[in-house]
Nanobody, 122 residues
């Protein structure tokens, strides 16, 4: 009942910035937790950031802390990525889950977008 669509990916040089957008539609309520995950070639999908949809509480993976910022506005969530590194190259996915609990745990998310490619050149 919930659809998530990511956009904003692309090619950027190391040190540059990019903002990803995740638009949610369908059955969505204010208490949903929204998260960003990413999957690099040959790697498993990993947690990036999460935000409480109504309260604005945030949590970041250590690998992106201080460089990435998650934000939201109504049924849209953003991932502002600054000081990008080649290691950030991956397909980025947004996801939604029911509550602020174990937000880094991938299977806890009920809905997923199709992903958007981010490529950071050196």
């Amino acid at each position: 009942q919930v659809q998530l669509v990511e956009s904003g990916g692309g090619l950027v040089q190391a040190g540059g910035s990019l903002r990803l957008t995740c638009a949610a539609s369908g059955r969505t309520f204010s208490s949903y937790v929204m998260g960003w995950f990413r999957q690099a070639p040959g790697k498993e999908r990993e947690f990036v950031a999460a935000i409480n949809w109504s309260g604005g509480n945030t949590y970041y993976a250590d690998s992106v802390k201080g460089r990435f910022t998650i934000n939201r506005d109504k049924n849209t969530v953003y991932l502002q990525m600054n000081s990008l590194k080649p290691e950030d190259t991956a397909v980025y996915y947004c996801a939604a889950r029911d509550r602020w609990y174990s937000v880094t745990h991938e299977p806890g998310y009920d809905y997923w977008g199709q992903g958007t490619q981010v490529t950071v050149s050196s």
